[in-house]
């Protein structure tokens, strides 16, 4: 089994920066690509970014393209997102999950639906 857990939350001003962090514990063999996926309570949710460990291959959502930034420590099992010139539409529970197998994450509609482990999110908000 892979752990995550999730941590760098807060509320900050429109225009300010946050680092969210997703230490992965437990089989972190089997957490071969890594993603920050984001949902506003009652919305759909949607996939931010995605690492593939090891390869260090990246994805970003149109949406936050050139203002996050996705990255890992290997050594310390952890995967960073840098979230900078933050919107008040960036306000959502951010969830790290993780995937054995890497094939297609990154790519398609809802491809988070097929992530294998889930960490408990960590709430960002940002005020107008």
């Known amino acids: 089994q892979v752990q995550l857990m999730e941590s760098g939350g807060g509320t900050v001003q429109a225009g300010g920066s946050l680092r969210l962090s997703c230490e992965v514990s437990?089989?972190?063999?089997?957490?071969?690509?890594m993603a920050w996926i984001r949902q506003v309570s009652g919305m759909e949710r949607e996939g931010v970014a995605v690492?593939?460990?090891?390869?260090?291959?990246?994805y970003y959502a149109d949406s936050v393209k050139g203002r996050f930034s996705i990255s890992e420590d290997s050594a310390k099992n952890t995967v960073y997102l840098e979230m900078n010139s933050l919107k008040p539409e960036d306000t959502a529970m951010y969830y790290c999950?993780?995937?054995?197998?890497?094939?297609?994450?990154?790519?398609?509609?809802?491809?988070?639906?097929?992530?294998?482990?889930w960490g408990k999110g960590t709430l960002v908000t940002i005020s107008s």
């Open positions: 999950a993780a995937k054995y197998r890497c094939a297609g994450v990154g790519y398609g509609d809802n491809w988070y639906a097929n992530m294998d482990y």
């Open positions: 690492i593939y460990r090891g390869a260090g291959h990246t």
């Open positions: 437990g089989d972190t063999y089997r957490a071969n690509c």
